[in-house]
C-alpha cells in the first residue's frame, strides 16, 4: 500500500504523443520527415505527423512546427525515391492528395518501413496496416481521378473559354490535368475545384506544334462566376445545353428506369455541375417532336 501512495513527477511530454506540425504541402510534409530523421524521433511510437490546417491545439500535447524547406525536401524525395521506385512514389503522393485525416503519420509510418527494411518490396505487403491503409487510399483516389475525368462538363464562356467547375472528395486536380490538357490542345480551357479554391488553365496560345502548353494554377476567381457562371455563358453554350439537354432526356426508355443503378454509375454528388440535370420540368426545349 505504501508503495501505491509514493508520488512520482512525470513529464507531461511523455504522457502524450509527439506530434511534428508541417505546412499543408506535399513539401511541406517532405520537410517534416527531414526534420523528424535528424531529431531522430523515427523511433518514438506515439511520432503523429499532422498538417497545420489539421492539427486541433490541445492543453497537454507538445506539438513542433516545421517550415517548409525545398532542399531538405528534395533530398527526401531522393532517398524515397531510390527505396520505393515510381510505383511506390506515385502512391504516397496519391495518398498525400487524399487529404484524409492522418494521412502524414501513415505515410511516415509507410516510408520509415521502406527505409528499416530496404531489401522488402513493402508496398506488396498488405500484412503491414498502415501499407494497407495507403493501397486502400490510392484505390479511393484512383476512382475520384476517374470519374473527374469523365464528369468534368466544359462550359464555353464570352471570353472564349471552356470553363468547368468541380468538387472532388480527393484533391484529384494535380493529377487529371494531364488527361485534358493531351486532349484539348486546341481551346483555351480552366478547370475550377471549387471546395479548395484553386484551379488549372490552359493557355493554347503558349503551345507548340511539337508540344503543349504547360498548365497554369489560378486562385481567387469571382464569386460571382462561381455562383452563377450562366452569367458568361456565350450564346452557343445556351444552345448547346438545351441540345445536350434534350438528347439526355428523350434517349431515355420510360420504361427500363433503373435510379437505383443510374446513381451508382452517377453519384448523386456530381449532379449540381453537370449541364444535363440542370433543367427545369417541363422545359419546352425537351418536349419530344415528332
Not at 19 to 27: G, K, Q
Not at 133 to 146: A, F, N
Amino acid at each position: 500500500m505504501s508503495q501505491l501512495m509514493q508520488s512520482h513527477d512525470y513529464i507531461v511530454g511523455h504522457l502524450t504523443p509527439s506530434i511534428v506540425l508541417y505546412e499543408p504541402s506535399f513539401e511541406g510534409w517532405l520537410s517534416a520527415v527531414f526534420y523528424v530523421y535528424t531529431n531522430k524521433l523515427q523511433d518514438d511510437e506515439s511520432l503523429q505527423l499532422i498538417a497545420h490546417d489539421c492539427y486541433i491545439p490541445s492543453l497537454i500535447a507538445q506539438a513542433t512546427s516545421v517550415a517548409t524547406d525545398a532542399d531538405n525536401a528534395e533530398r527526401v524525395l531522393i532517398k524515397l525515391h531510390k527505396l520505393l521506385g515510381r510505383s511506390g512514389m506515385r502512391n504516397i503522393l496519391w495518398g498525400f492528395l487524399s487529404e484524409k485525416a492522418h494521412i502524414g503519420t501513415t505515410l511516415f509510418q509507410v516510408i520509415k518501413y521502406a527505409i528499416d527494411y530496404p531489401s522488402r518490396h513493402i508496398m506488396q505487403d498488405l500484412g503491414n496496416l498502415n501499407v494497407l491503409e495507403l493501397v486502400q487510399t490510392v484505390k479511393s483516389v484512383s476512382r475520384e481521378k476517374h470519374r473527374m475525368e469523365a464528369f468534368v462538363r466544359f462550359e464555353h464562356t464570352t471570353d472564349n473559354i471552356y470553363f468547368a467547375r468541380v468538387e472532388p472528395d480527393f484533391n484529384v486536380l494535380p493529377l487529371i490535368g494531364e488527361h485534358f490538357r493531351q486532349r484539348y490542345q486546341d481551346q483555351h480551357w480552366a478547370i475550377y475545384d471549387v471546395a479548395r479554391g484553386y484551379g488549372i488553365y490552359y493557355d493554347k496560345s503558349k503551345s507548340t506544334p511539337s508540344r503543349p502548353a504547360d498548365l497554369q494554377t489560378i486562385t481567387n476567381l469571382d464569386d460571382t462566376v462561381l455562383r452563377n457562371p450562366a452569367s458568361i455563358h456565350s450564346k452557343d453554350e445556351q444552345r448547346y445545353q438545351k441540345f445536350w439537354q434534350g438528347y439526355f432526356t428523350n434517349v431515355n426508355i420510360k420504361e427500363r428506369k433503373n435510379p437505383r443503378l443510374h446513381k451508382q454509375y452517377l453519384p448523386q454528388r456530381y449532379w449540381k455541375y453537370l449541364s444535363e440535370k440542370q433543367v427545369l420540368p417541363n422545359a419546352e426545349h425537351l418536349q419530344k417532336r415528332r
